[in-house]
């Protein structure tokens, strides 16, 4: 795939880059290694400094880097405005609270005492350089939840983007050298995805993250693991969306419709499969289908749009694969699942129902405005059709009442449970899945310290 922005509302190229040679990304990591011997001294006061300058210079150039990323992937230009805003809040969370996040820890003075140690602390101490591989889908927030936490606890990053986001990710470089931090603090490698495995293999790398795809997650934890590294992967989602009869069905359908178009639906913790008391199913499904139908497809640059095009002309096609197999295999197609004519990679929001197991779209992750809803006879069937996925980021239920929510927050398969509301992302919460979904926590406290050194400082009498 070409280093390029191709914009996906006329598919029209608009810029292209030539990769990085061998010699320019050994520069690179020779200057990755070597800011890290000094910057991982600073405190953390100038860290918190710089950090905050970068987000003062986001929050002056939101307008503009919106565009960008709308230009790039196609998001509404609101939504790329609010994917700025989130993440300047989410600098200024870290550069506030970092220092306290990684304090020294006193471990409970009767065990100190017996282990015969007149003290002992635990301390967080920084890694290195840290690879990045970043989807093009939030290609501003995807980045920033790594760079913010990072940064501040003294690592250095290289971030490997997508191909079809070059401007989103040499404008962060540039941003955070305009903010002060010391040259090669952070870095972008544009490079193809060819060249992350030689990368990651260079001894100088000494951790990874990666938001992504199935395989994509492989190959990295793969060659991780062949090196004994770090990794944190975030891969794709197929989010359950649960409906019981207590729930306000009219405020259900309404976030449903949200939940599952946000970002194009290009989005892994979109609310995807949306399994629906048999009691207030059909009440549901007329309501949502009819917030689907309603919503405005077009021009990305509009502030009227709801729905841009999807961020590349094979996503679209991956995308018309699942619901034309879900027809030809007897699924009831409801609203869309056609595509539409004219320039761009548009794909309308689409309703399926009567999904069988044996269906792609039921294993497979929908990347796209399209939502597949079931029937459920009772709560333990609503969760076991949920739990029926090779995928497990993040879950919505909706519900008054508190047993059911207890319930589904004991045994939903989930990195996250939100209970009458959409899943969100949120940087003092803990975010990431299990199974197929990745494994590692971004955000919050556990976020920061995914790559850190933790160390037992042990000191006899």
Not at 230 to 252: N, Q
Not at 312 to 324: I, S
Not at 377 to 387: F, G, S, T, W, Y
Not at 390 to 403: A, H, I, K, N, Q
Request: proline letters at 5%; a negative charge.
């Amino acid at each position: 795939m070409p280093i390029a922005t191709v914009n996906p509302a006329n598919g029209e190229t608009v810029k292209t880059y030539e990769p990085m040679d061998d010699a320019e990304v050994e520069r690179r990591l020779q200057l990755a290694e070597a800011t890290f011997r000094t910057y991982r001294t600073t405190s953390f006061a100038e860290r918190a400094e710089h950090l905050n300058r970068a987000a003062d210079l986001l929050e002056s150039d939101n307008d503009e880097v919106a565009r960008i990323m709308t230009t790039e992937m196609g998001k509404p230009l609101a939504q790329a405005r609010a994917e700025a805003a989130k993440c300047v809040k989410a600098m200024r969370w870290y550069a506030e609270r970092a220092e306290k996040l990684l304090a020294d820890e006193v471990p409970d003075e009767a065990d100190v005492k017996d282990s015969g140690a007149s003290r002992v602390r635990v301390v967080y101490r920084p890694l290195g350089p840290v690879l990045a591989v970043m989807p093009w889908n939030f290609p501003l927030w995807q980045v920033i939840r790594f760079a913010a936490p990072a940064l501040m606890a003294g690592n250095v990053g290289l971030l490997k983007h997508a191909s079809n986001v070059p401007q989103t990710a040499l404008y962060l470089e540039d941003l955070f050298q305009r903010a002060g931090f010391p040259v090669g603090c952070f870095q972008t490698l544009l490079v193809g995805s060819a060249a992350v495995d030689e990368i990651l293999r260079d001894e100088r790398v000494k951790a990874a993250t990666l938001t992504g795809s199935e395989p994509a997650g492989r190959a990295v934890a793969s060659t991780s693991g062949e090196m004994i590294k770090k990794t944190v992967l975030e891969l794709g989602g197929s989010d359950p969306y649960l409906v019981m009869p207590s729930a306000d069905i009219d405020r259900a359908a309404e976030v449903a419709v949200t939940a599952r178009v946000q970002n194009n639906g290009q989005s892994c913790i979109a609310a995807k499969r949306f399994i629906v008391h048999t009691d207030v199913y059909d009440t549901f499904l007329e309501k949502f289908v009819a917030g689907m139908k309603d919503l405005t497809v077009g021009d990305p640059m509009d502030d009227h749009t709801d729905v841009g095009p999807l961020a590349t002309e094979q996503g679209r096609a991956d995308v018309e694969e699942l619901v034309d197999d879900a027809r030809r295999s007897g699924a009831d197609i409801l609203c869309g699942g056609e595509r539409p004519d004219g320039v761009g990679w548009y794909y309308p929001p689409t309703v399926i129902a009567g999904v069988e197991r044996e269906m792609r779209i039921h294993r497979e992750e929908a990347f796209g405005p399209v939502a597949t809803v079931y029937r459920a006879e009772d709560l333990e069937d609503a969760i076991l059709i949920a739990n029926d996925s090779p995928f497990g980021l993040s879950s919505s239920v909706w519900t008054r009442d508190e047993d059911e929510m207890a319930h589904c927050a004991r045994d939903l398969e989930a990195g996250g449970v939100f209970v009458n509301g959409m899943t969100a992302s949120h940087a003092a919460f803990p975010f990431g899945g299990i199974k197929r979904s990745g494994y590692g926590r971004e955000l919050s406290a556990q976020g920061i310290r995914e790559f850190c050194n933790i160390t037992t400082v042990w000191q006899g009498a």
